[in-house]
């Protein structure tokens, strides 16, 4: 099993920018395709970003084409997410997850692992 921790959260204003990390334990990271996920108070899970193992497909979510860029180093088993030009709806808590199946998939039901999350608000 693979165990995932993100930091790198907190409070940004709108146009702001800020880069979670997700660090796995357990098992390398090259093992999985690797996701970014989100949840807004009272709304469901949506997908953010994903990135194949070797990290040479990444697909994102229309709402975050263009401002978010997904990364990973597999020699320091850490996903990266860095956001900008953020607005008051990414506000939300984001979540990496772990897929043993090498796409980068916006389907959570195809990832295995999931970290607790980091909380991400953007407001003035």
């Known amino acids: 099993q693979v165990q995932l921790v993100e930091s790198g959260g907190g409070l940004v204003q709108p146009g702001g920018s800020l880069r979670l990390s997700c660090a796995a334990s357990?098992?390398?990271?090259?093992?999985?395709?690797m996701g970014w996920f989100r949840q807004a108070p009272g709304k469901g899970r949506e997908f953010v970003a994903g990135?194949?193992?070797?990290?040479?497909?990444?697909n994102y979510a229309d709402s975050v084409k263009g401002r978010f860029t997904i990364s990973r180093d597999n020699a320091k088993n850490t996903v990266f997410l860095q956001m900008a030009s953020l607005k008051p709806e990414d506000t939300a808590v984001y979540s990496c997850?772990?897929?043993?199946?090498?796409?980068?998939?916006?389907?959570?039901?195809?990832?295995?692992?999931w970290g607790q999350g980091t909380q991400v608000t953007v407001s003035s």
């Open positions: 997850a772990a897929c043993v199946i090498d796409r980068a998939s916006g389907d959570e039901h195809l990832y295995d692992y």
């Open positions: 990135i194949s193992r070797s990290g040479g497909t990444s």
């Open positions: 357990g098992r390398t990271i090259s093992l999985y395709a």
